[in-house]
């Protein structure tokens, strides 16, 4: 078992990946056919909203994650255990530190523009207009509830931002946050950012690409006036970026360890275009609820080890033909964490979809999600390989006949069920993918 991270200050955000397990059984395929149970060490009684299952554990498939919310050490353990019952274990130790002494005394920033300071910490600097973006960098600052603030805009080369809230009463309202820049001038992308317990009026959006993002409980309100690509926008603008500026595409990362964890969005039919959309590696999405856009709920350009677990994504469009998720890639080649190796053209890989609520009564569509090339055109040649999809139900709306198409090699369904008690129609669109090559159509386990 790998973490992405070992080490940092509540709450830290880690994934953790057995993907690398072998087995001695013939045929078997270890991310398939084996089954792992994660327990992360941090059992507070504490469960998902939407699942009701426990946060502490998380059993299927061999990518999993877990934000831990206090300090201390944390021992977490994977058993994988193959169709005989034969198993291994591993573990592994977390250390989390205490935010107030990551960010001590004036690295602390209360905001409030009433001047109200009452459950700000100790020693922090007290101000009553917000920061300028530039001095956030290797500071906490912490925004008073119950009142309102403009925009932020975190410049590229911002590392160890945490921005969260202090004292009682409704979440800070903030009407967005950029971060990065659409023009960097280095290879000093935005790093170690953690944005929690806002409500966002507008969005956030994360230019061309950074790591270690952790959007935490944040409520986003159903925006008005500017038109968004989406209320959550993770790096889909990376390709234009890299072709129209002058910084080479060997400086760029592929954005990574991105974490999208318990926001709710109150989305719009006609503004924004899609509740999230991104691209990235090591990209956790769990505990959201969301589901009303003009075009699809939940959209992933490339995926690669990501992990999409105890969300509700609901799928009401405009128009009726979206998706509450929808995973396709940039081609079949291999992915890099340098963009100057591969682009954008690398597949999608390594997926578990778990325990999700997808679809809802009032979803107008008539396919729920989807893990396959966008469509039969000329530009399905997207490969897609060793996606799980378990445990998940389903919700029909009035349009719905089918729950979820899976095309690629290596795909797994197994576990789902429909709140209406029958069968999910889950299938692979009549292998009519025709740009597919013939080896990234299949196996498929059921």
């Not at 057995?18 to 469960?47: E, I, K, M």
């Not at 969301?290 to 992933?300: D, E, F, I, K, Y």
């Not at 009564?361 to 999809?389: C, H, I, K, M, Y």
Request: include cysteine; glycine fraction near 10%.
């Amino acid at each position: 078992m790998e973490a992405n991270r070992l080490s940092g200050p509540a709450p830290l955000a880690v994934q953790f990946d057995a993907s690398s397990t072998s087995s001695t059984l013939a045929d078997q395929h270890p991310f398939h056919q084996v089954r792992y149970a994660f327990n992360f060490g941090d059992d507070r009684g504490t469960v998902w909203s939407i699942s009701g299952q426990s946060k502490n554990v998380q059993v299927g498939g061999p990518i999993a994650a877990h934000v831990f919310d206090q300090p201390g050490t944390y021992q977490v353990k994977v058993r994988a255990t193959d169709r005989v019952g034969g198993y291994s274990e591993k573990t592994v130790t977390i250390q989390v530190q205490d935010p107030s002494a990551v960010f001590p005394g004036t690295q602390t920033v209360c905001v409030s523009t009433t001047a109200n300071f009452a459950g700000c910490p100790t020693g922090a600097s007290q101000v009553t207009a917000m920061p300028s973006s530039a001095s956030f960098n290797n500071r906490r600052v912490l925004l008073r509830r119950g009142e309102t603030f403009s925009s932020i805009s975190l410049p590229h080369g911002s590392q160890n931002v945490q921005i969260g809230a202090f004292g009682s009463g409704a979440k800070p309202r903030i009407s967005s946050i950029e971060v990065g820049s659409l023009a960097p001038n280095s290879s000093s992308f935005p790093r170690d950012i953690s944005i929690m317990d806002l409500n966002f009026l507008h969005r956030f959006e994360q230019y061309a690409t950074m790591s270690r993002l952790l959007l935490y409980r944040n409520t986003f309100d159903a925006p008005t006036g500017e038109l968004a690509v989406g209320q959550i926008n993770l790096a889909s603008a990376l390709q234009y970026v890299v072709e129209h500026h002058t910084l080479a595409p060997s400086q760029y990362i592929q954005p990574r360890e991105l974490f999208v964890v318990e926001n709710q969005l109150r989305g719009s039919t006609t503004n924004p275009h899609i509740n999230m959309v991104g691209i990235g590696s090591q990209f956790v999405i769990m505990g959201n609820d969301m589901g009303t856009a003009q075009q699809h709920t939940l959209r992933l350009y490339n995926l690669n080890k990501g992990f999409i677990a105890h969300n509700a994504l609901r799928g009401r469009s405009s128009d009726g033909i979206r998706h509450a998720l929808k995973i396709h890639s940039g081609g079949l080649g291999a992915y890099n964490d340098n963009y100057g190796i591969s682009g954008s053209t690398w597949a999608s890989r390594q997926i578990v979809i778990a325990n999700n609520r997808l679809g809802d009564a009032t979803d107008n569509n008539s396919f729920t999600g989807g893990a396959a090339p966008q469509n039969n055109g000329p530009d399905s040649r997207e490969g897609l390989e060793d996606v799980v999809l378990e445990n998940n139900v389903f919700h029909r709306g009035p349009n719905t006949n089918t729950e979820f198409i899976l095309m690629g090699r290596r795909m797994s369904s197994r576990g789902n069920t429909r709140a209406d008690g029958g069968v999910p129609n889950i299938n692979q669109f009549g292998n009519s993918y025709q740009l597919l090559p013939a080896e990234w159509v299949g196996p498929f386990y059921y």
